[in-house]
């Protein structure tokens, strides 16, 4: 399948999203193989007839953030086709809302047969990328007003990364590098191996002198050698609330600053409040639970 035998509102809805609707489909049809197993939907086949049409309603079971719709869309699109057999939406509510439990965010028509058989791999992607739409904008709360902002990090599943990220900035978070190659991040392995930071950091302004650099210091001192270096983003690995003030206040403005490592919600407005620019949360893509969404089937009258 190609993004020419998606609807139209959806490869809009998927591009506007910042997300590429070929490699959306990529993702839908590597779920859908896995779940058919080279076969059909043996249930579903057995216990439906063929012409049999019914109205499906996608409803929270919990309140949440909403992320995932339009890659939802492209599942049943795909499974249901666009001939004989072809879907109508209506979405009833956009990424980045927030919905309540029991109130339909989209409601679907088409042949019972294929809304039965794309309706988990539709749920597995819109309950895993509105959980964590729903746990960043927790996070957002958390730290509101204090000028930080919360962001992301790679530790994404493999395949998924491009959809979590949407997923974080329809919770409000903003993403950090969406690769090793667009940006670059100089943690202590490369610093060992360079033989120090300033090594190191010279060493990839050498290579790639264009791109984002953030150097990762583990105590004040490399801070203060990251400062002299010109370091302009330093990621503060694993300080405490006090050493992340010390951290400020050795940097007065001469870059910005991202917290890393041992982070939780309860804390998280303690560590914004001291200052740094960023709180990098990898538990937004590696530890959000599904939000609770169901699909409800109401055969044809």
């Known amino acids: 399948m190609t993004s020419d035998d998606l609807p139209a509102d959806i490869c809009t809805a998927l591009t506007d999203a910042g997300l590429d609707p070929v490699a959306v489909l990529a993702v839908v049809d590597a779920a859908l193989a896995e779940d058919l197993g080279g076969g059909v939907d043996i249930t579903t086949t057995a216990t439906i007839p063929a ?5 499906a309603d996608f409803v929270p079971r919990a309140d949440g953030v909403l992320a995932g719709l339009p890659v939802a869309q492209a ?10 057999a072809e879907v109508e939406f209506k979405p009833l509510a956009t990424d980045g809302d927030l919905v309540r439990a029991g109130q339909p965010v989209l409601t679907v028509t088409g042949r019972t047969r294929w809304l039965l058989t794309a309706e988990r791999t539709a749920l597995n ?4 990328l509105s959980g964590i739409a729903t746990l960043t904008s927790r996070w957002v709360d958390a730290v509101a007003g204090t000028g930080a902002q919360v962001r992301d990090t790679r530790k994404t599943l ?3 990364r491009a959809l979590e990220k949407y997923a974080v900035r329809c919770g409000g978070g903003v993403n950090h590098r969406m690769s090793l190659s667009d940006a670059a991040l100089i943690k202590d392995n490369h610093v060992a191996a360079a033989g120090s930071l ?5 060493a990839v302004r050498e290579l790639a002198g264009g791109l984002p650099v953030e150097v990762e210091c583990d105590t004040l001192a490399q801070v203060a050698e990251a400062l002299t270096a010109g370091a302009e983003l330093i990621l503060l690995d694993n300080f ?4 992340l003030a010390e951290a400020v206040r050795l940097t007065a403005g001469r870059a910005r600053l991202e917290a890393s490592g041992g982070l939780t919600l309860s804390t998280a407005r303690d560590v914004a409040m001291t200052g740094v620019d960023f709180l990098a949360v990898g538990a937004l893509t590696h530890s959000a639970p599904a939000l609770d969404i169901g699909l409800d089937i109401v055969p044809a009258g």
Do not use: E
């Open 51 to 55: 012409g049999a049409t019914a109205r």
């Open 75 to 84: 599942v049943l699109s795909a499974v249901g086709g666009r001939g004989d």
């Open 125 to 128: 992607l819109l309950c895993h």
């Open 158 to 160: 493999p395949g998924l």
């Open 198 to 202: 300033t090594a190191a950091l010279a």
């Open 240 to 243: 405490s609330v006090g050493q």
